[in-house]
């Protein structure tokens, strides 16, 4: 099995920045792709961002130029940058790991964090 743990969350103003965490414990041999989904209230799940073992990345349109998403897999941890934040960005953001990059592309991953809350302030 393979634990993730999100961080980072919070209340900011539009405009400002925050970094999301996500670090992943046990089986994580299982892990290839890890990403980024979140939920606005009464919406359905988005995928933010994604990235490989290797690297590769993808976002959404919504945060491309905004957004970065990074990892560090000497810590097992994805990061997700967030700047230039908007009220539109508040959502509860949940970190995804599985070792198929279809699986996190389609929501469909094995692995999932509790997930964070991020609030923009208009």
């Known amino acids: 099995q393979v634990q993730l743990v999100e961080s980072g969350g919070g209340l900011v103003q539009a405009g400002g920045s925050l970094r999301l965490s996500c670090t992943a414990s046990?089986?994580?041999?299982?892990?290839?792709?890890m990403g980024w989904y979140r939920q606005a209230q009464g919406k359905q799940r988005e995928l933010v961002a994604h990235?490989?073992?290797?690297?590769?990345?993808n976002y959404a349109d919504s945060v491309k130029g905004r957004f970065t998403i990074s990892r560090d897999n000497t810590k097992n941890t994805v990061y997700l940058q967030m700047n230039s934040l908007k009220p539109e960005d508040t959502a509860v953001y949940y970190c995804a790991a599985d070792r198929r990059l279809r699986a996190v592309v389609l929501g469909e991953a094995d692995y999932w964090g509790q997930g964070t809350q991020v609030t923009v302030s208009s």
């Open positions: 990235i490989t073992s290797s690297g590769s990345t």
């Open positions: 046990g089986s994580i041999f299982r892990i290839n792709v």
